[in-house]
C-alpha cells in the first residue's frame, strides 16, 4: 500500500470525509481535520465564487493556530473537489484560486485532470481522483494522479456499481499509488476492512450528514438517521449520473422513488448548481446505502473519536495489536 508522504504523521484514522454538495462546510471540515482525518467540500459549496479564498483561509488559519495549540495531535490536511466537467464554468476561477492558496489537496471527479495534475504538483499539492470502473482509473493513472477514489456500490452521491471486492482488486493489481475505498462505510471497523481489501484510506461521506457541524436541514439529518439501505433509491434522474438517494425525500418532493425514469446525461450541467440544478441536492438528498447502521447525531470530533476505538478495537480482536 502507498500513503503518501504528505499525509504521514497526520491521521488519527486513516479516513478521508468525502466532499458533499452543499453538506460540506468550513465548520465541518474543520473538525474533521481537527480531529485528524482529511476533511473535504466541492469548490461549488463556497457561493458566490469570491467566497471560495474566504473559506480556504479560514480554514488554513484555524488549522494553523489548532496545531500551534495542540502540537502532540494529529492535525490532517484538507482536500477541495473541483467538477472537471466543462458545463462548470466556475473551474478555472476556483482552480486558480486553489493554486494560489496551495490547497493541500485537491479531489477531482468526472473527467481524467491533467491539466489540474500539473498545476497542483508545482507547489506539491496531491491529486485524488473519483473512478467507478478500471477504465476510468486507468485514464486517471495516466494522467500522473496521486491516488484513485474507487466510488463502489453503495456509496452516497454519485455512486458506481462495482463490489469494492472486484474494483479495489483491480486497481491495485495495476497501480502502487494511493488507493481510496468509498462505499457504505460508517464504522472504524469499515475502515480497517476497507485496508485490509487493499485500499490506503478509506472515504466516508454519508455518516458525515448526520453531525451536528453538518450543512444539511434538520429533517435531512433525522431521515439519515432513521432509514435503512432499502430506502436508498439509486437513479440518473437527478442529475443525469446516477448517484443513490434517499427514497423519503424524493417522495416528499411528489415523485415515486421505485418508478423514476431515466434522466439525460447530456442534460448535465454542473453550472446551475445554485439554480434550478441545486433542488437536486437541496430537496432530493443524497445518502449512500450505509445509513441503516448510523443512529444518532453526533458532533465531528466525537465521532471521529468513536470511530477511532472502533477501528483499534478491532485490530485487537483480529490479533493485529
Known amino acids: 500500500m502507498s500513503l503518501p508522504a504528505a499525509l504521514e504523521g497526520k ?8 466532499p458533499m454538495f452543499i453538506v460540506s462546510n468550513p465548520a465541518l ?3 474533521q481535520c481537527q480531529a485528524g482525518i482529511v476533511g473535504s467540500f466541492p469548490a461549488l459549496n463556497a457561493r458566490p465564487q469570491e467566497v471560495l479564498a474566504e473559506w480556504i483561509r479560514e480554514i488554513k488559519d484555524t488549522l494553523a493556530a489548532y496545531a500551534n495549540e495542540h502540537p502532540d495531535e494529529p492535525v490532517a490536511p484538507f482536500a477541495v473537489n473541483q467538477i472537471a466537467h466543462h458545463s462548470n464554468k466556475r473551474l478555472l476561477a476556483d482552480m486558480e484560486t486553489c493554486v494560489k492558496h496551495e490547497v493541500p489537496i485537491i479531489i477531482t471527479s468526472l473527467r481524467p485532470p491533467a491539466e489540474i495534475v500539473r ?3 508545482d507547489y506539491g499539492g496531491l491529486v485524488f481522483h473519483d473512478v467507478i470502473n478500471l477504465r476510468h482509473a486507468r485514464k486517471a493513472i ?3 494522479v496521486d491516488g484513485v477514489i474507487a466510488v463502489c456500490a453503495g456509496a452516497g452521491g454519485h455512486a458506481g456499481t462495482l463490489s469494492p471486492f472486484a474494483l479495489v482488486k483491480e ?6 499509488g494511493a488507493v481510496i475505498l468509498s462505499g457504505s462505510m460508517t464504522s472504524g471497523a469499515d475502515v480497517l476492512a476497507a485496508q485490509a481489501m487493499g485500499a490506503d484510506l478509506a ?3 454519508t455518516r ?5 457541524e453538518a450543512n444539511a436541514q434538520p429533517a435531512y439529518k433525522e431521515m439519515i438517521v432513521v432509514s435503512k439501505s432499502a430506502d436508498i433509491a439509486y437513479s440518473s434522474l437527478f442529475s443525469g449520473v446516477h448517484g443513490s438517494y434517499l427514497k423519503g425525500s424524493i417522495a416528499n418532493a411528489g415523485l415515486d422513488p421505485d418508478n423514476l425514469p431515466e434522466g439525460d446525461k447530456a442534460a448535465m450541467d454542473f453550472d446551475k448548481h445554485d439554480k434550478a440544478e441545486a433542488k437536486a441536492w437541496r430537496d432530493i438528498w443524497s445518502a449512500g446505502q450505509g445509513v441503516g447502521n448510523i443512529d444518532e447525531i453526533l458532533p465531528a470530533r466525537e465521532l471521529i473519536l468513536r470511530m477511532t476505538d472502533e477501528y483499534d478495537a478491532t485490530r485487537k480482536r483480529l490479533g493485529m495489536g
Open 11 to 18: 491521521l488519527r484514522l486513516p479516513l478521508i470525509g468525502a
Open 203 to 205: 472515504y466516508i461521506g
Open 142 to 144: 495516466e494522467q500522473g
Open 119 to 121: 498545476a497542483v504538483h
Open 208 to 212: 458525515f450528514i448526520a453531525t451536528e
Open 171 to 176: 486497481i491495485r493489481r495495476e497501480y502502487d
Open 29 to 31: 471540515v474543520i473538525a
